[in-house]
Each structure stands twice: as C-alpha cells, then as structure tokens.
C-alpha cells in the first residue's frame, strides 16, 4: 500500500464520519419538531456505509484485484428509522389529534450520543491515521537526503 492509497482511505473514513457527525446532530436538534415539510414528526436519519474498492485509475483497479483488502468507506445511503413516533398526551398543543396525542419523534437520546461518541472516536482513529502516515512520509524523505 502506498502513502497516497493510507491518505484516500483515511480521508474516506473522516468523511464518512463527519457526516455521520452531521445527522446524529440533526437528530438531537429535531427531538421535539412534531412537523415537518412531508407531515408528521421528524424521522431520525442513519448513514449506510459500505467498503469499497479503493480505484481510481487503471493501476490502482490493478492493485485492488491482487490485494482485496484496500477499501474505502463511502456511505450509499442515509435512511429513515421506520419506528413509529411516541406519543404524547398534551391536549393543548397544536398538533395534537382529535384525542389529545402530539406525535413526537422516536429520538433516543441517550443512544443518539452513543453514536456521536463511537462517530468522534473513528474520526479521531482517521486522524491518527493520517498523522501516521504523514509522520512516515517525512521519515522516507529524511532517509532519502
């Protein structure tokens, strides 16, 4: 693996998780939104990751067919939580129903910061990575003077 190959699958990796990052605050902000644009409550939203081969050019096609392992993170799709909304007894709110129920969002959020701890610590993992692999770097050139 090359210095360049570390650097794209750990730049993958940070964004990725930067958006990961990015939903799990749109959760957390949109707790309580019991409206939105489509009707009815926010949905909580999740990022679908993958690893992919790790290809750009003809060489590095070439490479990831004699080494499978290099691969990069890309995430192929955010999705809705197919829970249905809690529902909350509060007459007086403007979107309650006709018996009195505002349908609030199914955001948990103990386990939304869950999920932001685990995004923080892979992007700091990425982070390190490319620290690393810059550090390296720096060693081959000194090798080389």
Known sequence: MSFIDALSISSTGLSAQRLRMNLISGNLA??????TEKGGPYQRREAVFAAKPLNTDFNQVLASHLDPKLAKVEVVQV???PRPPILKYDPDHPDANAEG????PNIQVLEEMVNMMAASRSYEANVAAVKATKAMVLRALEIGR
């Open 30 to 35: 949109n707790v309580h939104t019991t409206r």
């Open 79 to 81: 999705v809705e939580d």
């Open 101 to 104: 129920y505002v349908a609030l």
